[in-house]
């Protein structure tokens, strides 16, 4: 009953969008997944999918690759990608599975959900190189950032919830963050995300949306936090087994 984490799956298996403009590394990627994700994961284990799932644009457009992934195994606890157009509010994402039969997928969405050693949380958060700026014109950055980092507090009381409930029955579980940004890579650091994180003590942060970088550690420290880069290409389409601070 193990927790793993693949970032940036972006399905298109209805739409056949390629990805091999991003490298050699996407050729044939949707078999990557499946064939990389069923050798390392078990099916009472849990993966989070943490953003860019479909390059689908409705919910209901998204049915061939959710279905994907429902039928991998373990449960998956999805998150919010850029790409994610397909994404709707939580009742009406939890409605569609359910008259779809999509049994394995769960949404991170203003909420945290607990597994068997951890409690997981997260957002999409937010990211932009100020060297490069690819947002429109009368885009309100510091509104997106507030109401990103709004998001990661509620998910992230939700968490502590959880956690001091284990307390109670005993059980001590960390509380890790898993966002679709990276809030601090490279010189650039979100810190309005940054300081929710600090805020609840959290030292552990699984982020994603980067691309064709291959050059670079897999997890780093910055101002006590550990990030750890779990883009599918990264990783190389193989899910990432977290393991729980006793048994590093």
Same mark, same amino acid.
Request: charged share 25%; proline share 2%; net charge neutral.
């Given at each position: ?34 064939? +990389?994700?069923?050798? /390392? /994961? +078990?099916?009472?284990?849990? /993966?989070?999918? &943490?953003?860019?799932?479909?390059? &689908? ?17 373990? #449960? ?11 994404? #709707? ?13 999509? #049994? %394995?997928?769960?949404?991170? $969405? +203003?909420?945290?959900?607990? %597994? ?10 937010? $990211? ?8 429109? @014109?009368?885009?309100?950055? =510091? ?5 990103? =980092? ?8 939700? &968490?502590?919830?959880? @956690?001091? =409930?284990?307390?109670?029955?005993? @059980?001590?579980? !960390? ?16 810190? !309005?995300?940054?300081? /929710? ?8 942060? $699984? ?22 880069? %779990? ?12 393991? %729980?601070? #006793?048994?590093?």
């Amino acid at each position: 009953m193990s927790l793993f984490v693949l970032s940036d799956t972006h399905l298109s298996i209805s739409d056949n969008k390629p990805m091999d403009i991003f490298g050699s590394r996407w050729a044939g990627y949707t078999e990557k997944i499946r064939v +990389n994700w069923n050798s /390392v /994961v +078990n099916p009472d284990d849990t /993966v989070v999918v &943490a953003g860019d799932i479909s390059w &689908a644009m409705s919910h209901t457009g998204a049915l061939a690759d959710l279905s994907f992934l429902n039928a991998l195994h373990g #449960t998956k606890i999805i998150g919010r990608g850029n790409h994610d157009y397909w994404w #709707t509010s939580l009742t009406k994402l939890n409605r569609f599975c359910a008259d779809n039969e999509l #049994t %394995t997928l769960r949404f991170l $969405y +203003n909420n945290a959900i607990e %597994t068997d050693d951890f409690i997981v949380a997260g957002s999409r958060g937010w $990211y932009i190189d100020e060297s490069n700026r690819k947002m429109p @014109q009368d885009a309100d950055y =510091a509104k997106i950032v507030a109401r990103e =980092a709004i998001r990661l507090e509620l998910s992230l009381n939700e &968490a502590k919830k959880l @956690q001091a =409930a284990a307390k109670e029955r005993g @059980q001590d579980k !960390e509380i890790l963050v898993f966002l679709h940004f990276p809030p601090d890579f490279r010189g650039y650091v979100c810190r !309005e995300i940054t300081a /929710v994180m600090h805020k609840f003590g959290i030292r552990r942060c $699984y982020f994603g949306h980067i691309h064709g970088v291959y050059d670079i550690a897999r997890s780093y420290v910055s101002d006590g936090i550990t990030y750890t880069l %779990t883009s599918a290409d990264f990783l190389n389409f193989v899910p990432l087994l977290i393991m %729980t601070m #006793t048994s590093r």
